[in-house]
Nanobody, 123 residues
């Protein structure tokens, strides 16, 4: 059974940092595109960042560019999201997604999703 498990969320003050992790089990995702999405209360789930299989290509939403960094450790079957200079508007549930077969910003293109981890940024 394939599972994606997010961790690292929590409560942080504005300007602070958090590092999210997404550990995959059940199969290797070393050859798959992986990404982070987020969903704030009352809003649609949106793309945050994505990384290609080789770590050579990364993609970011304009709202997080320069503040967030996505990376992966294929040996550990894990993808990370380092978040810095956090803002209250970054408050959301963050989801890990794996194995996109289409546009990386398109939710239905992903075959696997985690359960999410809450990130709350206080002002």
């Amino acid at each position: 059974q394939v599972q994606l498990g997010e961790s690292g969320g929590g409560l942080v003050q504005a300007g602070g940092s958090l590092r999210l992790s997404c550990a995959a089990s059940g199969r290797t995702f070393s050859g798959a595109f992986m990404a982070w999405f987020r969903q704030a209360p009352g809003k649609d789930r949106e793309f945050v960042a994505g990384v290609s299989s080789s770590n050579s290509n990364t993609y970011y939403a304009d709202s997080v560019k320069g503040r967030f960094t996505i990376s992966r450790d294929s040996a550990k079957n894990t993808v990370y999201l380092q978040m810095s200079s956090l803002k209250p508007e970054d408050t959301a549930v963050y989801y890990c997604a794996a194995d996109s077969t289409g546009s990386y910003v398109y939710l239905p293109s992903y075959a696997y999703w985690g359960q999410g981890t809450q990130v709350t940024v206080s002002s």
